[in-house]
């Protein structure tokens, strides 16, 4: 055997073991357009043998090599009684066929402008611990997805105790962190005096390496959950936007997002004073279960808040009471890391129940559609997209 014979069978028992390369596929395929009796007839048998009928679809050439090295492209069992070409033509046919309908199929898209915009998209994983870290000195710490969070203390370390960075020197300033998250992102930071603050996904907590002797303040921009340590001789105060609350020793969220018309702050235990930023003589003070809302710099209104809505989340829950489509979507593409858009006019829906952040969008979304709502999730260029479909 020579050679190329035997270079082909081997990329041939690759390509039936489900092992193939693309390197290695493209090579296969232009070893089957260019010769004929190299190709052992024995294993092509095999190989037609071992697959079973599917579809190709109507991704680009990576998803043709993904169906084909895990086994899912294939032709049919079913074997003519008179074989009036070789089998190994036969496989070779097939592979060109498949090729040729592939490119069909993408030049079809390409004639198509409402095709041509996107592709149909299966489903998207959830989100998981991601953040970043921007030390004093600008540079970034990607950290580890597999911890939950970091500890402030002489040395920043992960939950587990191994170690992050050393803290930059202070010299005679302060020297401050951001903690950030991406979409799809969350983790937690225990800051230098105990206190304990979770991110949800995207969004960014600024706080120093040490608080001072006399207070101890943090900046967040998106949501947070906040859990204080008492220390009655020095208070606890975050500034977000035109909102500065303060704190000795409580467990509240903060909801700030930069997209969203309200800045709402949920007081779970303890005590907090609510006001606008550096005008806190003139602060509401709010009771456990209660939730302040600041619109745009505007006055700041107090209500009854459902607990479990505004902070389903760190305990891993979607959790919907009477919640707007629009506020959903909003969670879930911040979660799932999606563009969300709306295809004419939506119905007005309002969602019920709780959901575990750990589901897959598509069984999230199946089931949201229970309300007689759809959706189409599609990917454009390397853009997530979620459509919203109008009711019909």
């Known amino acids: ?7 082909i069978r081997a990329l041939l028992q690759r390509y039936k073991d489900g092992k193939c390369s693309r390197e290695e596929l493209e090579h296969l395929y232009d070893g089957l357009s260019n010769n004929n009796d190299d190709v052992d007839k024995a294993l092509w048998e095999s190989l037609l043998q071992e697959v079973e009928t599917a579809q190709l679809n109507d991704q680009k050439f990576e998803d043709l090599y993904h169906k084909i090295s895990s086994k899912t492209i ?45 592709t149909k998209l299966v489903d998207v994983a959830p989100g ?69 603050v979770w991110l949800n996904a995207a969004s960014k907590l600024v706080y120093p390496a040490k608080f001072s002797q006399h207070e101890r303040k943090v900046e967040i921009e998106g949501e947070a959950y906040f859990e204080i340590q008492k220390d009655a001789k020095r208070p606890f105060r975050v500034t977000t ?67 479990m809505e505004q902070v389903g989340w760190k305990e891993g829950l979607f959790y919907f009471d009477e919640t707007a489509l629009a506020d959903a979507m909003l969670q879930l593409g911040r979660w799932y890391d999606i563009e969300i858009r709306y295809d004419g006019d939506v119905s007005r829906t309002y969602f019920y129940g709780q959901i575990p952040r750990s589901k897959s969008l598509k069984s999230v979304l199946n089931i949201l559609e229970e309300s007689n709502v759809r959706f189409r999730l599609t990917k454009e260029k390397t853009k997530n997209v979620l459509t919203v479909l109008s009711a019909q």
Not at 87 to 102: D, E, R, S, T
């Open 1 to 7: 055997m020579d050679h190329n014979k035997a270079n």
């Open 74 to 118: 294939a032709i049919s069992k079913k074997r003519t009684v008179k074989r009036l070409i070789p089998l190994w033509a036969a496989a070779a046919v097939l592979l060109i066929c498949l090729f040729g309908l592939y490119l069909y199929n993408d030049t079809s898209q390409k004639t198509t402008p409402e095709t041509q915009r996107y």
């Open 128 to 196: 998981s611990n991601k953040a970043m870290l921007k030390t004093a000195d600008g540079s970034v710490i990607v950290l580890n997805e597999a911890q939950e969070g970091i500890i402030m203390g002489d040395e920043i370390t992960y939950t587990n105790g191994s170690e992050v960075a050393e803290p930059a020197n202070s010299g005679d300033g302060e020297v401050r962190y951001e903690l950030s998250t991406p979409n799809g992102g969350t983790y937690r930071v225990t800051l230098d005096d105990g206190s304990i």
């Open 241 to 307: 936007g035109d909102q500065t609350v303060e704190v000795l020793g409580t467990s509240f969220n903060i909801n700030a997002y930069p997209n969203e018309r309200f800045v709402r702050t949920t007081l779970v235990e303890g005590k907090v004073k609510v006001g606008h930023k550096d005008e806190l003589s003139s602060s509401i003070y709010l009771r456990p279960g209660q939730q302040s809302i600041l619109k745009n710099g505007g006055d700041i209104s107090v209500r009854e808040a459902n607990l």
